[in-house]
């Protein structure tokens, strides 16, 4: 135990100096401010002594005083005051400050650690824990930046405050100062009481996250299923371990507070005991007794200062924890120096050579898959589920890259292109269509300065030209957030506009039009065989697939053949068996349906 304490002590001190070292600026200003705000004080502790003996203690043993003995010390009160505000306000607004421009900035460091690693990384990490150490994490990390540079400024308050008591009385000085070892021991129970449970709360908190989160982005099949009562239960649990940790801290904090605050108060009425007899034996004047006692409470404010820095180490020693792991994640994309090719050239050309990808060590979804693509061409990939195809996809554009093998682009691995030069050749459309909250225009531009009549013309070869006419304030027009004021259809469309827009050279579509009927989508692929690009489609319907130009049949992560559709159909039973398993669905349905 007391090693995790010294451990927690030391690391914590390190990320304190972390921040000093990222906002020194700031946290000099805010450290002055305390600094001068602890010396006024001291300064304020030994002018209220010389008030009470010159100006207080004469006014009841004459029974009268001058006005400008009142004069005098009120101005002596007014200017300690004064100066203790802006130390204050110095104080505090660089504390705010500084706290509030780490948190941003290391939001902003996890953000682009988020985007620099590949997909591959994502899949392992669940968006609840993600969300968390980007803001609860980030939080907790820099919350003791609030009261550090209050700890460090009033040191110097600390060190006056025990000098003015030492010049003063020596007698008193160490009766205070007693309490010290007293303050110190305590402070240190409570770090190895409070630091495994505030570690478990946080941990907990990344929990609470990654629950809530699943709930709300699966809120439709929540309620299709009727599943409201699981879910609450599922979240109740781990929120009831949340509160239940978070309770056990507080009453840890309920315990040891108290008794922090009740030990200088006792050393004040050491104090007051002790030189109340040495007044009476002459060797004292009251007013240094005051001063002292007052003194003794300034002493006691810096070491509750460093306490509360003390007591938000384990927490922020867990947070930079989860943090770190995040900017330390290996496995980002390395990038060539290739540039991608000038717009408005002729399509790509697709080779797929021998690659082999796997989400498991142990267990490769894609085998020794190779193909090529003529430029123009469209081809469709077909195998039964759980073959690879959605896996293939993104390797094509190099959302994920192969464990061996490589993926050319008119003869260039994709690994060779520079930053951001397969997502300006290539553009994929998943099966999956998500949309923005925000606008049509926007959620088919993203960010891209293209004309409205560019987009006008990508949503026509989307078939989306005619529905977006029709709504209220045409590409203007709201679509709520996930698309939900749109048919699966028209959300697959738009996301396949948004794809074209940007005049692929490559364009992978993975199943992105099985919301839409037949007619549309021959019209879709139609338009896209007129369009400059090499098409590679994952494709399920019989219509689809008549229209491409070549098949590429997959099972079980491997090629077994390719050909035109009519021709596998003749010399591959699976590839004839899927062709046909939609007729025989629909075939079965409609005779329920009849009887």
Not at 246 to 275: K, S
Not at 384 to 399: A, H, N, Q
């Amino acid at each position: 135990m007391a090693q995790v304490s010294r451990t927690v002590l030391r690391r914590g001190l390190g990320i304190l100096g972390l921040a000093i070292k990222e906002e020194p600026r700031i946290f000099l200003i805010s450290t002055i401010g305390a600094a001068v705000y602890g010396i006024v004080t001291v300064v304020a502790a030994w002018v209220l002594g010389e008030i009470i003996d010159r100006v207080i203690l004469p006014a009841f043993r004459d029974g009268r005083t001058t006005a400008g003995t009142l004069a005098v010390a009120t101005a002596a009160l007014l200017a300690t005051s004064m100066l203790k505000a802006a130390g204050i306000v110095a104080r505090r607004l660089g504390a705010g400050i500084m706290m509030s421009r780490l948190q941003a900035t290391y939001r902003r460091k996890v953000t682009r650690q988020y985007l620099r690693l590949p997909l591959a990384w994502h899949h392992r990490h669940p968006t609840g824990e993600l969300l968390s150490n980007a803001n609860a994490d980030v939080e907790a990390t820099w919350y003791p930046i609030a009261p550090l540079p209050m700890a460090v400024g009033v040191l110097v308050m600390l060190m006056a405050s025990v000098t003015a008591m030492v010049a003063t009385d020596v007698v008193l000085a160490a009766v205070g100062l007693l309490v010290f070892p007293l303050v110190f021991v305590l402070n240190l129970f409570y770090q190895r009481r409070l630091s495994p449970i505030a570690t478990r709360a946080q941990h907990l908190r990344g929990e609470v996250s990654e629950v809530a989160h699943e709930s709300f982005d699966g809120a439709l099949v929540v309620k299709a299923l009727g599943r409201e009562a699981e879910e609450t239960e599922r979240f109740r649990a781990v929120s009831d371990e949340l509160r239940a940790a978070n309770v056990a801290a507080g009453r840890i904090r309920g315990l040891f507070d108290p008794i922090l605050e009740a030990l200088p108060n006792l050393g004040i009425l050491a104090v007051l005991a002790v030189g109340t007899a040495r007044v009476s034996s002459g060797a004292l004047q009251p007013g240094d007794v005051v001063q002292i006692a007052y003194l003794f409470t300034l002493v006691s404010f810096p070491i509750r200062a460093i306490g509360w820095v003390l007591g938000e180490l384990p927490r922020s020693v867990v947070g930079y924890d989860r943090v770190e792991r995040v900017l330390e994640a290996q496995g980002s994309l390395r990038y060539g120096q290739q540039p991608a090719p000038l717009d408005g050239g002729p399509a790509s050309r697709l080779a797929v050579n021998a690659i082999r990808y796997g989400y498991l060590d142990d267990h490769d979804v894609l085998k020794d898959v190779s193909f090529m693509v003529s430029p123009g061409r469209t081809v469709a990939v077909v195998g039964p589920t759980g073959s690879g195809k959605s896996t293939l996809t993104s390797l094509l554009v190099r959302l994920v890259d192969p464990g061996t093998g490589e993926v050319l682009l008119d003869g260039v691995d994709l690994r060779d292109f520079a930053a951001g030069g397969v997502a300006a050749t290539a553009a994929v459309v998943p099966q999956q269509a998500f949309l923005f909250d925000d606008t049509v225009r926007d959620n088919v531009t993203l960010g891209l300065d293209v004309p409205d009549d560019t987009v006008w013309k990508a949503l026509a070869l989307a078939q989306a030209d005619g529905f977006v006419d029709r709504l209220p304030e045409r590409l203007d027009t709201q679509v709520g957030e996930r698309g939900t004021t749109l048919s699966g259809g028209q959300r697959q469309r738009l996301a396949l506009a948004r794809a074209v827009v940007r005049r692929p050279k490559l364009l992978v579509l993975d199943d992105a039009t099985s919301s839409v009927d037949p007619a549309v989508e021959a019209r879709i692929l139609a338009g896209l065989r007129d369009s400059a690009a090499t098409v590679v489609v994952v494709a399920y319907r019989r219509a689809t697939i008549a229209l491409a130009d070549e098949v590429v049949y997959i099972e079980h992560g491997r090629v077994l053949d390719r050909g035109r559709p009519d021709e596998l159909a003749k010399r591959l039973v699976g590839f004839r068996n899927l062709l046909t398993a939609y007729e025989k669905a629909a075939g079965e349905l409609d005779r329920a349906l009849a009887n």
